[in-house]
């Protein structure tokens, strides 16, 4: 029996995301938690990726079942990967989520493939609500389902829709962009860019030219939850010579909400900090977003809260038990500001 092939750029497929629909029939995934939904009729499933570098994992979502994802570990190049073969006949639905980051690369999403006379439906409705986050490394997963005593680094661990930042949307019920890059600070990342340089850019695959249409997709709140990587870098790896001033990192973080802001008047923002070391006892740097959300508020901005995730003495990055736990607090002050 011949498949029935599906376009990537059949109206029918629901993107959410950062996604570079430059090229409609090959459209981009580079972004932590971008997805892809449908509806379709029929006994299998496949889809078809061009991942640049055959570093991303994928899991793809049957039916609405969160609890059994199917793990797509990505090769480079273009290929088939079979997700189903033994669905019941009728009606299915199924959402793939990119679990990697910009560091893994992109992946061209070139279509589906449908058993013989298998039909793609009508997409499932938008959700009304909009979430937006810019972070590093704990937004975009790393190493969140790793053993407590495993390595963090492993892109097979990294899983972005179980991070803090996805598992609070869904709770909101709201769509979700990831805006998340490991390593990344606002005044000094691990690499020569930081996230003043990269938060515009349309593609997450290092520091680039491409420039994201920010009339395109408009959020109702956005969260920040940077300055994990400063606090390291400045404090502990002493890169910056001579070391910024508390007032120079307060000016620094408050110039990023202010650009953030300048971006989406109407939103409510968010500034969050934790749940590694920054917010250990004694650190200054719970203190310095505290400066600039008071700063914000003081000049006439109402629409700035804060909120922090506490440490809980785990060195590594929070695994998925510690997103939860952030996500409930993220989720409930979300709900008291918004009314949701």
Known sequence: MAAVTIGADDA???????IDFRQP??????WPAST?????????????????????????YIDGDLARPRLVAASQGSRSYRIADDLAPGRHGFLLVKRTEGEEGATTFQGLELADGGELLAPPPRKARRIEFFGDS??????????????????????SYRSYASITARALDAEAHLVSHSGIGVTISWFPFTMPDYFDQLDAAGNNDTQWDF??????????????NDKWLIDRERRVQPPPSDAERVRSYRRFVETIRAKYPRAYIVCALGSMDAVEPGSKWPGHVRAAVGQLNGAGDGRIGMVLFPYTGFNGHPRVAQHEANAALLTAFIRRKMGW
């Open 12 to 18: 029918r497929l629901q993107y959410t995301g950062r």
């Open 25 to 30: 029939a090959a459209p981009v995934l580079s």
């Open 36 to 60: 892809i939904a449908g509806n379709f009729t029929g006994t299998s499933l496949a889809i078809r990726l061009d991942d640049r570098l055959g570093k991303n994992y994928f899991d793809v």
């Open 138 to 159: 704990i937004t975009s997963g790393m190493g969140n389902e790793s053993p407590a005593d495993g390595p963090d680094h492993l892109g097979k661990d990294k899983n």
């Open 215 to 228: 009339k395109a997709w408009t959020p109702d709140v956005v969260v920040i939850n940077l300055l994990q």
